[in-house]
């Protein structure tokens, strides 16, 4: 069982920054490839980016240039750089954790934490 706990989100004004952070339980995090999702109201919930446990990364095309995913192995944690922040970016925002090498962007992971929410003003 993994668990993961997301923290970072706030207020922000729109060309702002934020970093958020997923730490996650357990022995073995370096070996799940993990992802970021999002959702706003009324909307579903999208991929924004992906790490592998080898760290390749993907991303989607609406963070692109402004988003950066990495991860720490030593400190199980995984993060998100969120720069040039637009208000299209406000959403709960939430780590997952696929036990697999490749990254999807499909909800297809094992394991979600609970969320944190990114506001971003106009």
């Known amino acids: 069982q993994v668990q993961l706990v997301e923290s970072g989100g706030g207020l922000v004004q729109a060309g702002g920054s934020l970093r958020l952070s997923c730490t996650t339980s357990?022995?073995?995090?370096?070996?799940?490839?993990m992802g970021w999702f999002r959702q706003a109201p009324g909307k579903e919930r999208e991929f924004v980016a992906g790490?592998?446990?080898?760290?390749?990364?993907l991303y989607a095309d609406s963070v692109k240039g402004r988003f950066t995913i990495s991860r720490d192995n030593a400190k199980n944690t995984l993060y998100l750089q969120m720069n040039s922040l637009k208000p299209e970016d406000t959403a709960v925002y939430y780590c997952?954790?696929?036990?697999?090498?490749?990254?999807?962007?499909?909800?297809?992971?094992?394991?979600w934490g609970q969320g944190t929410q990114v506001t971003v003003s106009s």
């Open positions: 357990g022995r073995t995090f370096s070996r799940y490839t």
């Open positions: 997952a954790a696929r036990a697999a090498i490749v990254v999807v962007t499909t909800a297809e992971y094992d394991y």
């Open positions: 790490i592998s446990w080898i760290g390749g990364t």
